[in-house]
């Protein structure tokens, strides 16, 4: 996805997962940051599965979490608040609620690869962000991700049969297996102009801050 500006576009790799706030909060802010700027981005989502061995019906999200990271029902509900807070600031809506659970994400990730190849990569990303932290949908299910594809005027059979031939499946493992090679273990991880990585999500002023550092000048008119 390459945002329109005067200016060349910088190529940005953002690997990252559909279930991951961070990610959506991460990008947001570049986002943000690049249209202050004036900068044109040329986004490439990477695949990255937080839980790559979850099972299809998934587990409880804040159960996951303590598990997972030893977090306190009142840890995560300060951090659940603090995401509502940054995203709803960002344009991005975090709809948690109680019950919410987490799940596996090859199978979007595989319908990312295939709307990369309709020219949608960029669209089904965020499609998916929003389908789960705003909509509270199971993004594990088929018909969810093909009901998503339809939303954004794709031909929900081929997406489909994308998704049932398992068609990108190897594609997509490949892709992963790179970026665990190349030292990324957490995410959001960008790479700008595949050759400098920055990772978590830095905030708008830092990410400004990398622009200008990039030769990516900001615009004090905008």
């Known amino acids: 996805m390459t945002e329109t500006s005067t200016t060349p576009a910088l190529r940005v790799d953002i690997v990252s997962d559909v279930v991951c706030p961070w990610c959506a909060v991460g990008y947001s802010q570049l986002a943000f940051a690049a249209r202050r700027a004036g900068v044109a ?3 490439h ?6 839980n790559p061995d979850m099972a299809t019906e998934g587990e409880h999200l804040r159960e996951h979490l303590a ?4 977090s306190s029902d009142e840890q995560s509900a300060q951090v659940r608040a603090s995401l509502t807070e940054m995203g709803e600031a960002l344009g991005f809506t975090f709809r948690f609620f109680d019950g919410m659970r987490i799940y596996n ?3 979007a990730h595989q319908l990312i690869e295939w709307a990369e190849g309709q020219g949608n990569g960029h669209e089904m990303k965020q ?4 389908a789960y932290f705003t909509d509270g949908k199971n993004i594990s299910d088929p018909e969810v991700l093909v009901m998503t594809a339809q939303s954004l005027g794709l031909n929900g059979a081929d997406a489909r049969a994308a998704l049932e031939s398992g068609k990108h499946a190897d594609s997509v493992r490949q892709r992963e297996a ?4 190349q030292g990324i273990r957490g995410v959001p991880a960008m790479v700008f102009d595949s050759r ?9 002023e830092n990410y400004a801050n990398i622009l200008e550092q990039l030769g990516h000048t900001v615009n004090p008119f905008s």
């Open 45 to 50: 989502w990477q695949p990255f599965e937080l």
């Open 67 to 70: 598990a997972k990271y030893g």
């Open 196 to 204: 400098h990585l920055v990772t978590g999500a830095q905030g708008v």
């Open 127 to 130: 499609a998916l962000l929003s």
């Open 178 to 181: 790179f970026w665990v090679q």
């Open 41 to 43: 981005l040329d986004i």
């Open 105 to 107: 994400t090859f199978q």
